[in-house]
T-cell receptor, first 110, second 119 residues
Framework: GQNIDQPTEMTATEGAIVQINCTYQTSGFNGLFWYQQHAGEAPTFLSYNVLDGLEEKGRFSSFLSRSKGYSYLLLKELQMKDSASYLCAVGSGSARQLTFGSGTQLTVLP | DTGVSQDPRHKITKRGQNVTFRCDPISEHNRLYWYRQTLGQGPEFLTYFQNEAQLEKSRLLSDRFSAERPKGSFSTLEIQRTEQGDSAMYLC?????????????????FGQGTRLTVV
């Protein structure tokens, strides 16, 4: 089966750093994705990890440990516009379909 | 290219009616996915097309659901005899895979979704 866990909610202050953790147990693994989703909008792609280690992309970084079934998304220099749901997803299967966690609702406070 | 587009954005229907949604993927993408998302949850995979072939269907896709991608371009998702439990956001996504099977994932681009409300 597929199981992806991430915290339901997090709160942080503008300008700070926040780390959103994700653990997964899946049958098959083609990569770990992070998406951002603002209320009522489409998920937008943030990052992709297929090998262990850290991928950095501007203010966003994502880490993967395949042996531990663990990933995190690191957001630096938080801005108010970063308030959104952050979805952890594992790609698997011949269709490369994504299995999503329930999302972490991040609220950035002034 | 304007990205993945979906139509309509919102649909309210009475229980028992049929509804059809349309998705236009990014033009050079050969993979197309349908997902369903309910409030407070992540999207759930429904079905997948590679070009015009429907290659995978989730157990969530009951007999009342049917999807097509007739010419390997746009896709439609039809729900027959809608039920209140069908109320959700239906998301379409597309991606590109070069070698048809063994290649690494590329990111899927999502459309804005069709929000279905069954009353």
């Amino acid at each position: 089966g597929q199981n992806i866990d991430q915290p339901t909610e997090m709160t942080a202050t503008e300008g700070a750093i926040v780390q959103i953790n994700c653990t997964y147990q899946t049958s098959g693994f083609n990569g770990l994705f992070w998406y951002q989703q603002h209320a009522g909008e489409a998920p937008t792609f943030l990052s992709y990890n297929v090998l262990d280690g850290l991928e950095e992309k501007g203010r966003f970084s994502s880490f993967l440990s395949r042996s531990k079934g663990y990933s995190y998304l690191l957001l630096k220099e938080l801005q108010m516009k970063d308030s959104a749901s952050y979805l952890c997803a594992v790609g698997s299967g011949s269709a490369r379909q994504l299995t999503f966690g329930s999302g972490t609702q991040l609220t950035v406070l002034p | 290219d304007t990205g993945v587009s979906q139509d309509p954005r919102h649909k309210i229907t009475k229980r028992g009616q049929n509804v059809t949604f349309r998705c236009d993927p990014i033009s050079e993408h050969n993979r197309l996915y349908w997902y369903r998302q309910t409030l407070g949850q992540g999207p759930e995979f429904l079905t997948y097309f590679q070009n015009e072939a429907q290659l995978e269907k989730s157990r969530l896709l009951s007999d009342r659901f049917s999807a097509e991608r007739p010419k390997g371009s746009f896709s439609t998702l039809e729900i027959q005899r809608t039920e209140q439990g069908d109320s959700a956001m239906y998301l379409c996504a597309s991606s590109w895979l070069m070698d048809g099977g063994a290649g690494m994932n590329t990111e899927a681009f999502f459309g804005q979704g069709t929000r279905l409300t069954v009353v």
